[in-house]
């Protein structure tokens, strides 16, 4: 075979590697259009998942994120049948995280990844987190990921192994948590106290063995399983003790003054992090979330001061501690995304009173 | 190779017939049809070899050169396709009613020669200059009208650190800057969105000032980190005023960043905003502002009322970008005959809509080539052209508009 020959062969493959993503409606010898298909509804061929009856419908959603029927080609928001810069799931950037933070970049509010970053100076690798992409030797180590308590090794959907965001998330809102009512408050477009979303978190995330119901305890056991059994890490509330409805909260912002009281959690910050309450485990967000102040004590410390007061303006008089972002879970500067550091965080319930002392 | 061929003269692979291997060459003349050629080569060993040029063998081999040709091209066309160098002059037909003239991807030099994700753009007054605001990459941006680069100025730095970062900023410096505007003195206006304020430079890049205080909170409240200064993600400078987006209201300076006017409120009610990533005011001061994620274009009078709605909101679900006329209104701008220009970058297309808010026509469609859209954050009108800050492309287009 002459070197021309060979020197066709390898240029045709180079171009027909380079032109994947253009082809890749066309990768299978299956993958043909079917008779009498309507022009163009995705969901004729991209059909519905497992279970599901009929396409999943999030009226509440705005954007992409739901609102699909049959006849839909919203899917086009975000995919693309040629010229898509990826040829996974026809997306247009490099990689899923890329293409989520064309929007959650910060303009869009809500949850984000590099807001740290961009206050802070420091690279994604020295912020601490559910880190995007970030693995070793394709592996991820969950802590308490073992049942026993210990680490456990998780191989994720992301770039070598790695996290990404669809591996929490379902972009689709199809097989998600329902809202979660112990949700803590956070700026939206609805100003009352109840903000219910569910963050589009998966039902069974990446790695889980079973689906959950709801955001809270039990959806993050889904990987850190050994959390509510001890072991390495603090005991939390599960099924059926995390009841979100009634937990022991602050009855007021003002910790030197006021009492706790049993409540509903989430709507406002008061059950982040609760007073002394002996012998009832909190469930995983009262001491995991965003870091900030609980309360208007100066005595107490704050871990992110420039995150935790107001969002709200002055003027409204709101003292919610709503933060202008939600970094979590995503990223933190605290260790073990915990809200508060050091002795603070474990005096909230562990006080020095014969009542609260708990240890 | 002959020189016929290196000279890509078509031989067609006609068949012939073959000749005894000691028969003399017949040299073929002018490259012309079905003439045979025979090629020969001496080994080290001196041996001469004598062949055909058109046997069988000989009559793949030139499929295969011709067909190597063929893909030689494609591939350097597909290299270049989307690749053409800063300020680059395009030509083609319109693309669902835009047509793309010039395309700049960044300055072609220094140690960022290409754009990170434009969000903004911003035409000089006098229509002969580009400011861009390469948002990623913490710099703004200057180029001639025909995309050729001028200069750029910022780099990153953080004026509103997380407690135990430090404070990085120096005047002059960047923290992902959204958007840009000129006013007719050319000063240049800068939303730095992370560091809550507006910097303000002369037409050189020299840093004059910031507003306001991102350690203060803005008149009666404001949205930026502590509630102090501005979340700022789009802004527009007209008749002495810069008009400025907050997350859920619209803030009014003086070009000297005093502080006129402030209006709305968290919400999705009409007057209501969220999330406004877009603001421009017309010849009637009226201030159009793209109330983003409520999916919607509101006209506030100058008094802050609204005057006019266009876009359904929900919880009528849109379906396709068809049902609905915005899916995210981002980057506006007035045209010459006052109609307003939208870009939506989910929807992938800019919205044409009249001085009353009603839906004109709309322009683009999703794609990498020039003149396609790949999530368009904003535009910027000048005497017929218009800017587009064609983020996902990483590139900003300068196009007219086919049709109304």
């Known amino acids: 075979m002459s070197r021309y020959l060979r020197l066709a062969i390898v240029t045709a493959a180079v171009l027909l590697v380079s032109a994947a993503p253009a082809f890749a409606y066309q990768e299978s010898k299956d993958s043909t259009l079917p008779a009498n298909t309507p022009a163009y509804a995705c969901p004729t061929c991209h059909g519905l998942d497992d279970g599901e009856t009929s396409p999943t419908v999030a009226p509440t959603r705005k954007g992409p994120h739901g609102g699909y029927t049959s006849g839909t080609n919203k899917c086009e928001t975000c995919h693309t049948l040629h010229g898509a810069a990826s040829a996974r799931m026809l997306l247009p950037q490099q990689t899923i995280s890329d293409t989520c933070n064309t929007c959650h970049d910060g303009t869009g509010g809500g949850g984000v990844y590099g807001v740290i970053a961009r206050r802070t100076g420091k690279t994604a690798e020295q912020i601490g987190g559910h880190a995007i992409g970030k693995s070793t030797d394709g592996k991820v180590t969950v802590p308490g990921g073992d049942p026993s308590g210990g680490s456990l090794e998780r191989v994720y959907s992301g770039e070598s192994g790695g996290l990404t965001c669809t591996d929490c998330h379902d972009p689709h809102d199809a097989k998600t948590v329902a809202p979660f009512v112990g949700d803590r408050k956070r700026y939206s477009n609805d100003t009352s106290a109840s903000v219910a979303t569910n963050r589009l978190l998966r039902d069974k995330p990446t790695s889980a063995e079973t689906t959950v119901a709801v955001y809270g305890s039990d959806w993050c056991e889904s990987c850190h399983k050994g959390a509510s059994r001890g072991g390495m890490t603090h005991p939390v509330a599960g099924s059926p003790d995390a009841d979100y409805m009634n937990v022991t909260k602050l009855a007021g912002y003002d910790t030197t003054q006021v009492a706790s009281s049993p409540g509903r959690l989430g709507g406002s910050n008061l059950g982040y992090v609760v007073p002394s309450d002996s012998g009832k485990a909190p469930i995983c967000q009262q001491c995991h979330e965003d870091g900030r102040a609980i309360a208007n004590d100066s005595d107490k410390p704050l871990s992110i001061s420039s995150e935790t007061e107001d969002y709200y303006a002055p003027a409204d008089g709101n003292e919610d501690g709503n933060p202008r972002f939600q970094n979590f879970p995503h990223e933190t500067v605290n260790d073990k995304l915990l809200i508060e550091t050091g002795d603070s965080l474990c005096l909230n319930c562990h006080d020095q009173t014969p009542a609260g002392a708990v240890h | ?404």
């Open chain 2, 1 to 404: 190779m002959t020189d016929e061929q290196r000279e890509g003269t078509p031989v067609e692979p006609t068949p012939v017939e073959e000749t005894a291997p000691e028969s003399k060459p017949e040299v073929a003349s002018g490259g012309s049809a079905g003439v045979a050629a025979e090629s020969s080569a001496t080994t080290p060993d001196g041996e001469e070899k004598r062949g055909l040029y058109m046997t069988p063998r000989g009559i793949l081999t030139t499929v295969a050169i011709v067909l190597m040709l063929i893909l030689i091209a494609l591939l350097i066309y597909l290299l270049l396709m989307d690749r053409s160098g800063p300020g680059t002059r395009v030509e083609g037909d319109a693309i669902a009613g835009i047509k793309t003239e010039v395309v700049i991807r960044g300055p072609g030099t220094g140690k960022l020669p290409r754009f990170d994700g434009p969000m903004g753009a911003a035409w000089s007054p006098d229509g002969n200059q580009v400011y861009v605001a390469d948002s990623t990459n913490n710099r703004i941006c200057v180029f001639r009208k025909d995309g050729r680069f001028i200069t750029e100025f910022g780099t990153f730095g953080i004026a509103k650190p997380l407690e135990g970062a430090k404070q990085t900023w120096d005047p002059g410096e960047l923290n992902y800057p959204t958007d840009v505007a000129v006013d007719t003195q050319g000063r240049v206006y800068v939303a730095d969105f992370y560091n809550d304020s507006i910097s303000v430079f002369t037409a050189n890049g020299e840093f004059l000032r910031r507003f306001p205080d991102p350690y203060k909170p803005t008149g009666k409240g404001s949205s930026g980190n502590d509630g102090k200064g501005i979340a700022v993600t789009a802004l527009d400078v007209a008749e002495g005023k810069v008009y400025a987006t907050d997350s859920y209201q619209i803030v009014v300076f003086d070009l000297n960043g005093k502080l006129l006017q402030q209006f709305g409120r968290p919400g999705a009610s009409l007057g209501d905003l969220d999330r406004p990533n877009g603001v421009v005011a017309d010849a009637d001061a009226r201030v159009v502002v793209s109330d983003s994620n409520n999916n919607r274009v509101v006209a506030f009078s100058p008094l802050g009322r609204p005057v006019w709605m266009a876009g359904k909101r929900l919880p009528s679900v849109p379906q396709t970008p068809e049902d609905t006329d915005f899916v995210l209104p981002r980057g506006a701008t007035i045209m010459d005959d006052g109609d307003v220009l939208i870009a939506d970058p989910l929807a992938q297309r800019l919205v044409r809509l009249s001085s009353e808010g009603e839906v004109v026509s709309r322009y683009g469609e999703r794609g990498v080539l020039p003149s396609q859209l790949n999530f368009p954050n904003d535009v910027d009108w000048y005497g017929g052209r218009i800017l587009i800050a064609d983020r996902e492309n990483d590139r900003i287009q300068i196009a007219r508009l086919v049709g109304k």
